[in-house]
């Protein structure tokens, strides 16, 4: 899709970066309080200088996509990896494109940065995102394991 740019996310697209989260299967807020506190969460990625957030925009109106970044410093390592909490591309826009150009924002950001890798998580049932990281090159290189205290 020729008409959709990558551009980093400002204040005005908390509302609709919160709405794809909630696409994404992130948790919704029970509470005002709760929302409250996503939007702050949200606002330091925009604002803190070893986090990001990518957005796709279509037509200059409608964000369609996004991807979160944050800068990793490693013990073993002088440079830091690019670590991909979140990426997804709303359902009716899915196959075009979107999630190779977000990609590849963080492709150019983590040269930029001089990083050594990128690095993301993806659940077990995620089985078609599999496919389009392997697609982009990336490689399976290990296992996740989580201890859930709540
Ligand atoms: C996963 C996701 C981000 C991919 O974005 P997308 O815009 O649909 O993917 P693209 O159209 O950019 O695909 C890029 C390439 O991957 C390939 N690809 C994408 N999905 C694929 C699949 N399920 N199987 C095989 N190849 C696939 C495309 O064919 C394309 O190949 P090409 O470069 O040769 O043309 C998007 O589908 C999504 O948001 N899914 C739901 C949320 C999610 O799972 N997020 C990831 C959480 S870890």
Known sequence: MENVVIRESMA????VILGLLYELGRPRPQKDSEIESFRKLVKQYIDDTDKKILVAEFDG???IGMVSIVLLSRLNQTSRELYIPELIVREKFQNQGIGKKLINSCISIAKEKKCHRIRLESGNKRKESHKFYKKLG?????LSFTKNLN
């Open 138 to 142: 990336f490689e399976q290189s290990g």
């Open 61 to 63: 109106v409608e964000i």
């Open 12 to 15: 005005k697209d908390i509302p």
